[in-house]
């Protein structure tokens, strides 16, 4: 019924910038936080970035600074543009959203993107 569909990632230098995209779609009411979890080799998945329905931003500290988390609530989207980018950043990223359904049970979950992968190297 939902579908999360991540774009971006790949490669870069350490210094250089990517920037992620992610595409709600789908029997959609309406979506409340949505954000970037991350999961680097060998570590548990951490919360990147975050942004309210209200567009209210919040980041992990190792990214504060760096990484900027913005929304279109018109187009169900949000992006992430990664700057200064370091090899420490190098991990799965997952987009996720917090989404009520338009059905007679309003139901309301979390759904995942199936990841995209950032490499930075030195």
């Known amino acids: 019924q939902v579908q999360l569909v991540e774009s971006g990632g790949g490669s870069a230098q350490a210094g250089e910038s990517l920037s992620l995209s992610c595409v709600a779609s789908?029997?959609?009411?309406?979506?409340?936080?949505m954000g970037w979890y991350r999961q680097a080799p060998g570590k548990e998945r951490e919360l990147a970035a975050f942004?309210?329905?209200?567009?209210?931003?919040s980041y992990v500290d190792s990214v504060k600074g760096r990484f900027t988390i913005s929304r279109d609530n018109a187009k169900n989207t949000i992006r992430l543009q990664m700057n200064v980018l370091k090899p420490e950043d190098t991990a799965v990223y997952y987009c996720?959203?917090?989404?009520?359904?338009?059905?007679?049970?309003?139901?309301?979950?979390?759904?995942w993107g199936r990841g995209t992968q950032v490499t930075v190297s030195s």
């Open positions: 996720f959203a917090d989404i009520t359904l338009r059905t007679q049970s309003r139901a309301r979950n979390n759904y």
């Open positions: 942004i309210t329905d209200l567009g209210t931003p």
């Open positions: 789908g029997n959609i009411l309406s979506i409340a936080g």
